[in-house]
């Protein structure tokens, strides 16, 4: 991966499930299940290919899509900061990759610029978003 892409995003929103455990997540924190519907259904509105529904992990939710004929998958969960307060979504593009790869670190290999391109364009032009900011694995790590 280029050392200078950014691929892990934060943004705050109120629009979706934040609250309510449902009784389908691993876990009771489990939140983003409909923001990556919405996710999936906004980047198909720009002609990206996506699965049809996205995938659960023990702490969040991810989907798979498709630039430039490259797999990415975005993972994505709630980050609450308090009883009183919303708290931040955060996510980060991966590419999309098989079981053995993936432990040599092969999902943050690769990235195209695109596929972030394409997620931030959801985020920034949506009104249901607000306070979108990209940074690096490498920024993350520092602080």
């Known amino acids: 991966m280029d050392s200078q892409i950014k691929t892990v995003v934060t943004f705050e929103s109120t629009a979706f499930n934040m609250a309510e455990p449902k009784d389908y997540f691993i876990n009771p924190c489990c939140f983003g299940d409909d923001v990556a519907v919405w996710l999936i259904g906004e980047l198909r509105k720009q002609g990206v290919t ?32 308090g009883e009183t307060e919303a708290g931040t979504w955060i996510g980060w593009i991966e590419r999309r990759r098989g079981f053995l790869p993936s432990l040599v670190g092969a999902r943050d290999r690769g990235i195209q610029a695109a596929a972030v391109d ?24 520092k602080g």
Do not use: C, M
């Open 50 to 81: 996506t699965d049809e529904k996205p995938g659960q992990e023990d702490f969040g939710w991810y989907l798979n899509f498709e630039v430039n004929g490259t797999a990415h998958t975005l993972v994505i969960g709630h980050r609450p900061t």
């Open 118 to 141: 394409a997620i931030d364009r959801v985020l920034s032009n949506s009104s249901l978003i607000r306070d979108v900011r990209w940074q690096s694995r490498q920024d993350l790590d």
